[in-house]
């Protein structure tokens, strides 16, 4: 497929309810998060160990554990939004919601799907900016990644 464009992307909330594989996460109920701008970076990172051996002048290098990211979504604040609305309430609990970020790379085709990503995590942060007399309110919403990150890929019905 080569390239694709981030216009058309869309990022949503779902619920509590647990889910860890496709059927689990389809099965729930999303709001999408309206007016985001940027949704940042995600995926597995693993930390680095370094051991240095008293024989050996060379530092190795060994993995450890490994996080799948934290998002930092900026976003125009919309009070009228089911999505941030959602979001918000996520913010003052301490459970896991699931997650769907779909791309606009649907192929041409019968019934075509986009790639999606689902995972669960938390909503660590909703923050407000006001800077400037020429610029729009807008928001920082931070959703820590809390599970493995299931992709499925794009692909057409027929």
């Not at 995926?43 to 290098?61: M, N």
């Not at 009070?79 to 041409?108: E, H, R, V």
Request: glycine fraction near 8%; proline fraction near 3%; charged fraction near 25%.
């Amino acid at each position: 497929m080569g390239q694709t464009t981030a216009a058309g992307s869309g990022f949503e909330i779902g619920t509590t309810v647990a889910a860890d594989d496709q059927a689990g996460f389809e099965a729930d109920t999303y709001a999408e998060i309206a007016e985001i701008t940027n949704v940042g970076d995600f995926g597995k990172e693993y930390q680095i160990i370094e051991t240095k051996a008293l024989k050996q002048r060379r530092v190795r290098k060994i993995k450890g554990s490994y996080d799948n990211g934290t998002l930092e979504l900026e976003l125009y604040l919309d009070s009228d939004d089911p999505g941030q609305a959602a979001a918000l309430a996520a913010l003052d609990t301490d459970d896991n919601y699931n997650f769907k970020i779909t791309l606009n790379d649907a192929p041409d085709g019968a019934a075509p799907t986009p790639t999606t990503y689902y995972f669960r995590g938390l909503v660590t942060a909703f923050r407000t900016s006001i800077s400037d007399v020429d610029s729009a309110v807008t928001g920082r919403c931070v959703v820590a990644i809390n599970t493995e990150i299931l992709k499925v890929p794009a692909a057409t019905g027929d």
